[in-house]
């Protein structure tokens, strides 16, 4: 009798395992599709981080998205002042820079920043390959920047 009842933990035991397998492989295959679905270096709605502030410029929030064919970055750029957007390109890095309509007073926000003014937005992205600047096209409104890298 003992001999049926280790074989039956035996057999359970290896079914959890084998169920184990299936579900840690299920997940990372869900991963896998979230990522190529989602391509992006860093999301801005995938998780939440504070926009870093240095000195006068501050680092705007943003999404990039890789469409196959091209790479579509969509920046938050409130309060920006028309005309001041400015896109460049080293290497597989694209800088961006925009000058605020006024300078912001960041204490009115938080008293984390108490004295911190800003007045300009400044950042640099990591693109997942070098672009050729001639295939890009840049549209603002509204303070959202579209900029789309054609590959």
Partial sequence: MSDVIDEFFKRFEKRLK????EMIREVQRISREIERTFTSIRPSW?????PRIHGETIEPLYTMRDLGDRIVIYLDLPYSAT???DVKFSGNIMYISAK??????????????????VSEYKTAIT?????????????????????????
Wanted: net charge positive; glycine share 6%.
């Fill in 18 to 21: 084998d169920l184990e397998s």
């Fill in 46 to 50: 995938y998780s939440y981080e504070a």
């Fill in 83 to 85: 005309g001041t957007l």
């Fill in 100 to 117: 605020l309509k006024s300078k912001i007073n960041l204490e009115d926000w938080s008293n984390r920043y108490r004295g911190v003014e």
């Fill in 127 to 151: 693109l997942p390959f070098t672009p050729d600047p001639n295939n890009v096209r840049i549209r603002a409104k509204k303070g959202v920047v579209e900029i789309v890298i054609f590959k």
